[in-house]
């Protein structure tokens, strides 16, 4: 039987006077028969002379326990065996998180501390003031956290950033459960069923599964969603894309291991490629900010764009000065045709290096990406084009893709999303895009078509309601003005030595300790409201994330069972 | 308590009386040697136990069993100088406490006793005062002693905890079953329900003779002396007493140190005191001082913690201090 918890504030301690007690930090002395744990929220009344009664709110950051009377490391010994009396001392160091009224004062020692619930827990951590939230997971007692809207829409702030180990941070499923924690709660209004999200499945084939129930979901974890107020199921609107499989022509099958249907395969035509100017996407790697590359490919995408007018023949492709551009290989020995003419306008005043160079690119993307950009070949390329309205929730794979070819994914459908955006002119209803391993689209260093667009989306897509919830496993390795412009900034089991940087300074030391030893499926979240970063946990995916999870449990389970040790 | 005490109540000062502090801190020039403690005890029977001096008493271990100590810390607060006509008198306030462990599975304080005093020689009588610090309010109980030696204030001070801690000890010998160890010479010998055994840390006087003091130097850890007799029979504290060593250790230390006296009321059966005797002696090395104590061994753990403890409970003397000035000085302007 769950235990429900209490709703009203209980009496933990008292403010003590033998440390200091300031207004923004204090330290509440615990008796023998009371707890406090890291992140309690904590609540003391003080009086003010002349001012009345000012309630001050806080977090519990430290908690210390010692033995009055000892002073020897081995005196324990002693303690223990019975010889030496001692009294054992529990405190607990408390961050002022809110003063109501606004009166900087510090609790008096001797006040008596109690520990927030219901409406005070509320306070404590601003849930009151927080008009439109949406669950943001549980503390580390149980209690529904949120986070506020306001600041994630666009409204007041936008965009949210999620650090990690990978693996072990648990960001994808973070992100995913703040989608679906959105997707299912009843804040966004009317917009809701427009509302949209873009999510690339970077990694495995975990959320080629979105669309169906976890059918292994425990009760805890049902319970944990009843406590959030969400209902337990999958993602309802779903769309899955993948990349065409290499070496398919004709009919498009798409390139996924797990699952046979539910799949659409993507591609682009050449004519979209040259339209669009695409091809700045096969480029995509970060860029020395000093290289012409980036002169030379806008140069040829300005030249393609306006030689070549579309085939009457075939709506995929183009025809160049008479003769037709069939599939990609073709366009590419167009392009080096064009630049190994001297007398060509394709290529400028550039330089024989950047030339080359710009060649021996253009080879290796052929290679590596060649097979996602079809010509005549293409039967029905409107069916295999990504459309993200189609859907409320688009998953586009591209974890089985090189490098190369991931960049241009990305590149083509972030292009293709900040146009829309800017396009339709209003924020509402939101787009939201998930994106994990940032630092490969927008290093720190140097600059790539990608990184301009992501910085677009960070610094712009507040206004036009396209929402980043970016995610990475080192955030001292992605361009500082994308991080700094997300409102939310998330963290799962860093590093150590990664934790201590720069990028971090949000985190108080004693929670980037505590960074170092998150388990899956706990996170340190940093939102505008509240002053300091608060550790909460996410119940496991109530969809399913591989396929034993999509299926009823099958015969061959039990059969496996007799092989497993006991 | 509905209206709020003054800051503190004026006591009247002895008519006539001068009563002025002395600005120096009381650790400095002030304070006696514990073998004041140490009376001539007229007659010593040391073969009660046994004649044979030579060996020493070898208890077997016993299983455990609940121990209690008790113990108390006193402390000159301010010293005074008490005048009147030519006449001038030493005094002082003064505070101790006494309280108690018990030493079970864990070691835990029982009930602490604070007292304040104050105290003025030449048989000079002075008023009950109170203190206000805080919510706090500090009692000064008013004492005498007809001499104008200077530290005979502060023997009686040291009588007044000494017999804090005998009522202590016995009120907990009245109610607990166990053995109770209190710091010091024995200083009462009322029967309790449950024995009480004082302990002196140290000795310069030797009650037995120098023959039978050889075999102190041969106690190995946990081993006693023969039981003795100590005390004149008409003076009335006459008890069985013994020497144990409480804990080894070897040269450059003397070879009396970690000896400790232990005494028992002799009103006891001379079985029972026999088997007092071996029971304490088995069980002190468990608790002898720790190494880093300024008075390693003898100072027992327990008692180290409970004198620590006790200090913290009579309060900052700094404050005590303080708020006595403010009353003289108040005293001073009174008509």
């Known amino acids: 039987m769950r235990v429900e918890p209490a709703k009203s504030s209980e009496p933990v301690g008292m403010v003590i006077g033998t440390e200091d007690s300031t207004p923004l930090r204090f330290w509440v002395g615990v008796p023998a028969d009371a707890y406090l744990q890291l992140d309690d929220p904590v609540l003391v009344e003080t009086e003010v002379p002349g001012r009345g009664r000012v309630r001050i709110f806080g977090l519990v950051q430290d908690v210390r326990a010692r033995h009055e009377g000892a002073t020897f490391d081995t005196d324990v010994f002693l303690v223990n065996s019975g010889v030496l009396p001692v009294e054992t001392a529990v405190a607990a160091e408390v961050v002022a998180t809110r003063f109501e009224p606004e009166i900087y004062v510090p609790p008096l020692p001797g006040l008596p501390a109690v520990r927030a619930r219901g409406r005070d827990r509320d306070e404590a951590l601003y849930f009151d003031q927080m008009v439109r939230r949406i669950p943001a997971g549980l503390s580390r007692d149980g209690e529904p956290m949120f986070l506020d809207l306001d600041f994630l829409d666009g409204g007041r702030g936008a965009h949210m950033n999620i650090s990690g180990i990978s693996g072990v941070a648990t960001k994808t499923s973070y992100a995913l459960f703040v989608l679906y924690a959105l997707f299912h709660s009843p804040t966004l209004g009317a917009f809701r069923p427009n509302t949209k999200a873009i999510v690339f499945n970077v990694k495995g084939e975990d959320l080629m599964w979105l669309d169906r129930p976890n059918l292994r979901l425990t009760q805890t974890a049902r319970d944990d969603y009843e406590k959030l107020g969400l209902p337990v199921g999958p993602f309802e609107s779903v769309g899955l894309w993948a990349p065409v499989r290499q070496g398919t022509r004709g009919h498009a099958v798409p390139s996924v291991e797990s699952r046979s249907e539910g799949v659409t395969a993507y591609y682009w035509t050449i004519k979209e490629f040259i339209r669009e100017r695409y091809l700045r996407f096969l480029f995509a790697e970060a860029e020395d900010e000093r290289s012409q590359i980036a002169d030379l490919v806008a140069r040829i995408e300005h030249y393609l764009d306006r030689e070549c007018v579309d085939d009457p023949d075939n709506p995929a492709t183009v025809v160049h000065r008479g003769v037709a551009v069939a599939d990609f290989e073709a366009l590419c020995s167009l392009i080096s045709d064009q630049l190994e003419d001297e007398h060509s306008r394709w290529r400028g005043r ?3 290096s950047t030339v080359a160079a710009f060649q021996r690119r253009l080879d290796a993307a052929r290679f590596r990406v060649g097979h996602l950009i079809w010509g005549r070949e293409a039967e029905n390329a409107a069916a295999h084009r990504i459309d993200f309205e189609a859907n409320q929730v688009t ?12 960049r241009f994914v990305t590149g083509v459908i972030l292009k293709r999303l900040f146009e829309h955006k800017e396009r339709i002119g209003r924020r509402e209803p939101l787009h939201i895009l998930v994106l994990d391993e940032l630092n490969r689209y927008a290093p720190r260093e140097g600059r790539s078509p990608i990184k301009e667009v992501l910085l677009d989306v960070a610094e712009r897509g507040r206004s036009l309601g396209m929402i980043l919830i970016g995610a990475e496993q080192t955030a001292s390795e992605v ?8 409102a939310f900034r998330v963290v799962g089991r860093l590093d150590t030595a990664e934790a201590l940087r720069n990028e971090y300074g949000f985190l108080p030391a004693v929670t980037r300790q505590r960074a170092g030893i998150l388990k899956p499926g706990s996170m340190i979240l940093q939102q505008p409201h509240i002053p300091i970063p608060i550790q909460l946990r996410f119940p496991f995916p109530c969809w399913a994330t591989r396929s034993e ?11 496996f069972a007799r092989f497993r040790t006991p | 308590m509905n209206e709020v005490p003054p800051t503190f109540s004026v006591g009247r000062k002895p008519e006539g009386v001068t009563l002025r502090a002395d600005p120096w801190m009381p650790e400095f020039g002030m304070g006696f040697e514990a073998f004041v403690e140490e009376e001539d005890e007229g007659q ?7 004649e044979d001096w030579s060996r020493p008493v070898v208890p077997a271990a016993r299983p455990p069993r609940d121990l209690w100590f008790v113990d108390g810390v006193r402390r000159v607060d301010l010293r005074l100088i008490a005048s009147r006509g030519g006449q001038r008198s030493p005094g002082l306030i003064g505070s101790f406490a006494v309280g108690s462990v018990r030493c079970a599975e864990r070691a835990r304080f029982g009930e602490v006793m604070v007292g304040r005093s104050v105290i003025l020689g030449g048989g000079l009588v002075p008023e009950r005062f109170e203190l206000r610090r805080g919510s706090t309010i500090l009692a000064f109980e008013p004492l005498t002693v007809p001499g104008i030696e200077p530290d005979l204030p502060l023997w009686r001070l040291q ?14 010998a009245g109610a607990e079953r166990s053995v109770i160890l209190a710091d010091g010479p024995l200083t009462f010998h009322e029967p309790t329900k449950c024995p009480i055994v004082g302990m ?13 003091g050889e075999l102190l130097s041969h106690l190995g850890k946990g081993q006693r002396t023969p039981l003795f007799l100590l005390g004149r029979p008409e003076s009335g504290v006459r008890r069985y007493a013994w020497y144990a060593r409480i804990a080894h250790l070897p040269a450059p230390w ?13 009103t006891l059966p001379i079985d029972e005191a026999i088997e007092l005797a071996d029971e304490v002696t088995a069980r002190l090395p468990t608790y002898a001082g720790r190494r880093a104590d300024p008075r390693t061994p003898q100072n027992l753990a327990p008692i180290a913690g409970l004198e620590t403890w006790l200090r913290h409970r009579m309060g900052d003397t700094r404050l005590v201090r303080r708020a006595a000035l403010s009353w003289l000085r108040a005293t001073e302007m009174a008509p």
């Open chain 1, 350 to 352: 550039l330089a024989d």
């Open chain 1, 395 to 406: 998953v586009v794979d591209i974890h089985d893709l090189h490098d190369r070819a991931k």
């Open chain 1, 479 to 486: 361009e500082g003005r994308i991080i700094a412009n997300a």
């Open chain 1, 549 to 559: 999870e999509a299926t009823p449990t099958r015969d061959s389970d039990a059969v």
């Open chain 2, 44 to 50: 010593v029977d040391a073969k009660v136990e046994s």
């Open chain 2, 159 to 172: 009588r007044l905890m000494r017999d804090a801690e005998a009522a202590l000890a016995a009120r907990i």
């Open chain 2, 200 to 212: 002196a840390k140290r000795f310069h006087r030797l009650y037995i003779s120098n023959e039978q």
């Open chain 2, 254 to 266: 003397h070879d009396q140190t970690a000896i400790v006296r232990c005494e028992v009321r002799a």
